[in-house]
């Protein structure tokens, strides 16, 4: 059964920083692409970055360029994402997600909450 | 950047309805476009993609037609657990859009 498991939200003050991690089983992590994205709670979803299997390519929506970097482990499983210089904005709930061989996410984590407040 | 606009932001309707929602991309996305299904406190649900691809367990009255900039997700027979959230989304360019969702309510 394929699994995504996130963690690493929490609370933290605007500037801050917070590393997301999604822990994957159930598949061949290393052969497939992998995804964040955030969702303010009761409004749209968001993409955020993508990496592809080797990490030869990685992506970022415009407003997290430069502050947030996409990253994977295929030894461990794992995927992350470092998020620098978070602002009110970044709010949201974040879903790692797998990109599958049909193109689009086919398999979504639970999510994991940050919330940038003073 | 593309753009997704989807519409109505929210539809009402009965059960046994048949509804179609609507998404546009602001330039020709040939067929990648995939659509979502996402119900409260839950991760969203793919349900087709390649514009018309049922994904695999989806119940067949849902349906998707489309290409160039103009999609449809249309649901023949609307079931009690059909209520939810919808999303289209374009893929398979260097950086992915989704819609702003449509919000299926009961009548």
């Known amino acids: 059964e394929v699994q995504l498991v996130e963690s690493g939200g929490g609370l933290v003050q605007p500037g801050g920083s917070l590393r997301l991690s999604c822990a994957a089983s159930g598949f061949s992590f290393d052969d497939y692409d992998m995804h964040w994205v955030r969702q303010v709670p009761g409004k749209g979803l968001e993409w955020v970055s993508s990496?592809?299997?080797?990490?030869?390519?990685?992506e970022y929506v415009d407003s997290v360029k430069g502050r947030f970097t996409i990253s994977r482990d295929n030894a461990k499983n794992s995927l992350y994402l470092q998020m620098n210089n978070l602002t009110t904005e970044d709010t949201a709930l974040y879903y790692c997600?797998?990109?599958?061989?049909?193109?689009?996410?086919?398999?979504w984590g639970h999510g994991t909450l940050v919330t940038v407040s003073s | 950047d593309i753009q997704m606009t989807q519409s109505p932001s929210t539809l009402s309707a009965s059960v046994g309805d048949r509804v179609t929602i609507t998404c546009r991309a602001s330039?020709?996305?040939?067929?990648?476009l995939a659509w979502y299904q996402q119900k409260p406190g839950k991760a969203p649900k793919l349900l087709i993609y390649l514009a018309s691809t049922l994904q695999s367990g989806v119940p067949s009255r849902f349906s998707g037609s489309g290409s160039g900039t103009e999609f449809t997700l249309s649901i023949s027979s609307l079931q009690p657990d059909d209520f939810a959230a919808y999303f289209c989304?374009?893929?398979?360019?260097?950086?992915?859009?989704f819609g702003q969702g449509t919000k299926l309510e009961m009548k």
């Open positions: 330039q020709s996305i040939s067929r990648w």
């Open positions: 997600g797998r990109e599958g061989i049909t193109g689009p996410i086919d398999y």
């Open positions: 989304q374009h893929y398979n360019f260097y950086t992915w859009t």
């Open positions: 990496i592809s299997w080797n990490s030869g390519s990685i």
